[in-house]
């Protein structure tokens, strides 16, 4: 198994590498975003075709009681923390960085020879730790994951208040009403979709009312998101409310076609006959998702931006007229400070590595079918949490000012 692993590994260092010259520093996180995919693409290799050579590594408990998906498990988290802890040292390096002079400005953006192999030399290490340390980190992961999962609504909310404030701020009637016509476009999009998923998830002659209560749900959390904004006291706008309700009803879809294979209510698979481009097809939309979700997160200043950053510049007043030397000024343009925090965007990956981990595992959940990418009734209930929270979440966001008025938000 080590040597598959190391295999697999190399292969993608060496891939990584050919290219690693041609990474600049405007390209850096696109190297990183590269460098995660082929990760889960070694992780996906591994789950596959790892599990009978796990079984003879002596340290690995092998045991009659141990099926072929608690191995895929094995595979897949050990993978994941090597990619856990490759990012999460880069995140640490990166604590304080604020301006491109910083010599580990250097590091975040060069190296990445070096990289490469560090990072395969983690991923190897952890095919000689012991199954404890690896169960650990397996129930980590699950609220690392949930952490993930939060900082995506959270830029989501930011994101769709932004647009709105971009847009009202502009002050012209083309504006108004394109975000008339966005907003109303994106209602019915959602209600049309949740009302085809009643067709996709409620057979009939099946009792489905676990899945006609989620649609159901959705539906009111969608009607009550405008009924809310559009309260004259919440001062709210509609464009928002839109938006969100689409990406519930997006999260509804995929909790609801996480269920597994032999449920009857599940219209998407009526047979447990999964097709390889089906698995292939469940993988690289894991994989894009994640990848998207992780470099949007991690490029983000939503969250702790440096306070030398553009972002955190606006609310600073202009400099005086005495501090305008031409030393000083000539200092400040060599002293160019970094666009996002370093830190923020490789713990994002550190996350979404647990994150990964969670769905080629099927959150560590050996009763599910070993042959499916996450599938099963775990995989459902964390995306509709994720959809509650991000119903609650975004109500809190219109009504906090009015609870606290003297606060902030």
């Not at 009526?270 to 469940?282: D, E, I, K, N, P």
């Not at 510049?313 to 200092?331: D, F, T, V, Y």
Request: proline share 3%; with cysteine.
């Amino acid at each position: 198994m080590t040597c598959l692993c190391a295999w697999c590994s190399a292969s993608t260092c060496g891939l990584c590498s050919s290219v690693a010259s041609g990474i600049s520093g405007k390209s850096a996180r696109l190297g990183y975003c590269g460098l995660f995919g082929l990760s889960l693409v070694v992780t996906w290799i591994l789950r596959e075709v790892g599990a009978p050579l796990l079984e003879k590594i002596p340290w690995i408990s092998s045991s009659e009681t141990h099926t072929k998906a608690w191995y895929q498990i094995q595979a897949v988290l050990r993978v994941s923390m090597g990619n856990f802890l490759f990012f999460a040292i880069l995140a640490l390096i990166m604590i304080g960085v604020k301006d491109r002079n910083d010599r580990r400005d250097g590091w975040h953006h060069g190296g990445w020879i070096a990289k490469m192999v560090i990072w395969l030399l983690l991923v190897i290490l952890m095919f000689f730790l012991p199954d404890i340390v690896i169960t650990i980190y397996g129930d980590i992961s699950k609220f690392g994951a949930g952490l993930f999962l939060l900082v995506q609504v959270i830029i989501l909310l930011d994101f769709t208040h932004s647009w709105n404030d971009a847009w009202v701020e502009k002050d012209e009637q083309k504006w108004y009403i394109a975000l008339l016509a966005i907003s109303i476009g994106c209602y019915i999009a959602a209600f049309v979709f949740l009302g085809i998923l009643f067709f996709w998830f409620n057979p009939s002659g099946n009792d489905c009312g676990l899945n006609v209560f989620f649609i159901v749900m959705t539906m009111i959390l969608a009607f009550a998101f405008a009924v809310i904004a559009l309260h004259p006291t919440v001062n709210g706008s509609l464009l928002p409310a839109s938006v969100i309700s689409v990406y519930c009803a997006y999260v509804c879809y995929t909790a609801l076609s996480c269920e597994p294979v032999g449920y009857a209510c599940n219209g998407l698979h009526h047979s447990s006959a999964v097709s390889l481009s089906t698995t292939l097809l469940g993988m690289v939309t894991t994989i894009l998702s994640v990848l998207y979700s992780a470099l949007r997160a991690g490029s983000s200043t939503t969250f702790l931006s440096p306070p030398s950053s553009p972002r955190a510049a606006e609310k600073k007043p202009l400099l005086e007229g005495k501090e305008l030397e031409e030393g000083k000024e000539k200092n400040e343009k060599e002293a160019q400070p970094v666009s996002y925090s370093y830190t923020f965007f490789h713990l994002i990956f550190a996350l979404a590595s647990m994150y990964s981990a969670m769905l080629l595992s099927g959150w560590t959940n050996t009763s599910e079918s070993s042959d499916l990418i996450d599938v099963g009734w775990t995989s459902v209930w964390v995306r509709i949490c994720t959809e509650w929270v991000t119903a609650a979440l975004y109500v809190w966001s219109l009504v906090a000012p009015l609870l606290f008025p003297d606060r902030e938000f």
